[in-house]
């Protein structure tokens, strides 16, 4: 075998170089890290998922809660007082229900009454929604003033009166036996006239609320064109809940319940808001 055989023998079997295996190791370390980053990633996505499942199930069953309790009620109480504390009612953080008490065979007690009070708790956001009942002996349960909710944004409760008035032919504005109130989503104005709906305006096949003035207190509802003799006029609109004088108007009650979950997964933290909303009618309404 020759000197120049030998050499390429050596050339051909020798290893990588050290530039070359500094590369190929800055490579792999570069691969492992984006999968590291995927799988840490996915963890927390995962965990993001499950969280605001959750969060949004326990949420419905508050919600749940709420519409039964608004459901068995007969009216809605501008203020309550228990144990000291009085209550009132509003469309940004409390509302009290007052439910006919009913005997152990579910028969409604004559004159009798249970009082249920959804109330925020807190100064400042994150609150806990809290639930008291007050009953009279053999009703429903009693309830401490309890946490039912946890991580709550906001809690709206908007109310609402259904009128129904009936037209003459001649009257083109209908007296409202509450005052509209509200802003933004706290504030429902909708009407209809034999079952149709009439869009609100200003023009002559629309309809409007028209604000109090000192001869009409309580406002009205105006149309551009009078309805005709027997017409069934429905107006739908939200109120004060913490005014006495309308408390015997409201028919049904709006909650917007809004909870938040921060969960601190790997990889970094994630958040969940949760929005659910949920209508009922009084009792007997």
């Given amino acids: 075998m020759t000197t120049s055989h030998v050499i390429a023998r050596r050339r051909r079997v020798r290893g990588f170089s050290l530039i070359e295996s500094m590369f190929a190791m800055v490579i792999f370390a570069f691969i492992m890290a984006i999968a590291a980053w995927a799988i ?3 963890a927390r996505m995962g965990n993001a998922t499950y969280a605001s499942v959750t969060n949004e199930t326990s949420t419905r ?18 203020t309550y007082t228990t144990g000291g504390t009085t209550y009132t009612s509003s469309t940004t953080g409390t509302l009290i229900l007052k439910a006919p008490s009913y005997d152990s065979s579910g028969s409604i007690i004559s004159n009798s009454y249970d009082y249920i009070v959804y109330h925020l708790v807190g100064n400042a956001a994150p609150y806990t929604l809290n639930r008291l009942v007050v009953t009279t ?3 429903r349960p009693a309830c401490s003033d309890t946490t039912i909710a946890t991580n709550v944004n ?43 709906a009439v869009s609100l305006g200003t023009g002559t096949a629309q309809v409007q609320f028209l604000a109090p003035t000192v001869a009409k207190p309580l406002g009205q509802l105006a149309f551009g064109v009078a309805p005709i003799s027997g017409a069934t006029i429905d107006a739908l ?8 004088a309308n408390q015997p108007n409201i028919t049904a009650v709006n909650l917007d319940l809004k909870v938040q979950t921060t969960n601190a997964g790997l990889g970094g933290s994630a958040v969940q808001s949760d929005e659910i909303t949920g209508r009922t009618n009084l009792h007997n309404h």
Avoid: E, W
């Avoid at 009166?161 to 989503?185: E, I, P």
């Fill in 137 to 139: 002996a053999g009703s």
């Fill in 237 to 244: 609109y939200s109120v004060n809940p913490s005014l006495a």
């Fill in 40 to 42: 840490v990633d996915s």
């Fill in 154 to 196: 906001a809690a709206t409760f908007v109310c609402l009166v259904d009128q129904t008035m009936t037209g003459d032919g001649n009257s083109k504005n209908f007296d409202l036996n509450s005052a509209v109130y509200g802003s933004g989503s706290t504030l429902v104005q909708g009407a209809t006239r034999n079952g149709d």
């Fill in 61 to 78: 069953q508050q919600l749940d809660k709420f519409i039964a309790d608004a459901h068995a009620s007969s009216s809605v109480l501008a």
